[in-house]
């Protein structure tokens, strides 16, 4: 397996967020990453010493995860129960459940349960935040609409905006729950349709109490 070395500076610079360039420490780098409001996580390479900050959390675990010497740590919120994924940069709480695919009604119910909800999304990097916790499986969201109604709310009972992103082909009329599919895509399920399940819970404010997790522990 390769080293991690600066073929991914031009990636990560696009995708991943701010390089701090130069050699530092990991606890260094843990503190600018609390320091910094957009950052939601991080990557620090033990070889060279150098950190990489990460606006979302997963976003570059394909990349750079499994390279040698890399290691991945997350900002946690004591607001987020275990299981649950803290995203500073969107301040969410985000958990796919994918143990079994259960119809829209019990993906809600089971959302609740946890003291939660089905997600609802907002703005774009809402989105994509929770396309990527979604692992590429397709999704129940919080969305619904009545039978024969064509206006689409989210299931607190309010309106869609200033944000939406439907793929209009997949809007039938017949079909009164909201799925989002692997791209970030939102479309229309029926009630008879089973899929994993994501839930999010709400932030109340940005916690102080910010810590970091190394997943390889």
Request: glycine letters at 8%; aromatic letters at 14%.
């Amino acid at each position: 397996m390769l080293s991690f070395s600066l073929l991914f500076i031009g990636y990560l610079s696009d995708t991943v967020g701010p390089f701090l360039s130069g050699s530092t420490l990991r606890s260094e780098c843990a503190v600018a990453c609390v320091n910094n409001a957009n950052c939601s996580s991080f990557f620090y390479d033990v070889n060279t010493q150098a950190c990489y900050l990460e606006k979302y959390v997963y976003v570059a675990m394909d990349q750079l995860y499994h390279q040698r010497g890399v290691q991945y740590y997350s900002l946690l919120n004591e607001a987020c129960p275990a299981g649950y994924v803290y995203c500073r940069f969107t301040n969410q709480c985000l958990r796919l459940h994918s143990s079994s695919k259960m119809k829209y009604p019990a993906a809600k119910t089971l959302c609740l349960e946890n003291s939660g909800h089905l997600a609802f999304i907002m703005a774009k990097e809402e989105n994509e935040q929770a396309s990527v916790v979604a692992e590429n499986n397709t999704v129940w969201i919080g969305l619904e609409r009545n039978d024969g109604d064509d206006e689409w709310h989210w299931a607190n009972g309010h309106s869609l905006g200033p944000y939406i992103n439907f793929n209009q082909a997949s809007l039938e009329d017949e079909q009164i729950y909201g799925r989002m599919f692997p791209l970030g895509k939102w479309g229309a399920y029926s009630a008879n349709g089973v899929l994993f399940t994501l839930c999010e819970i709400g932030v109340e404010g940005k916690s102080n109490a910010l810590m970091c997790w190394d997943i390889n522990s």
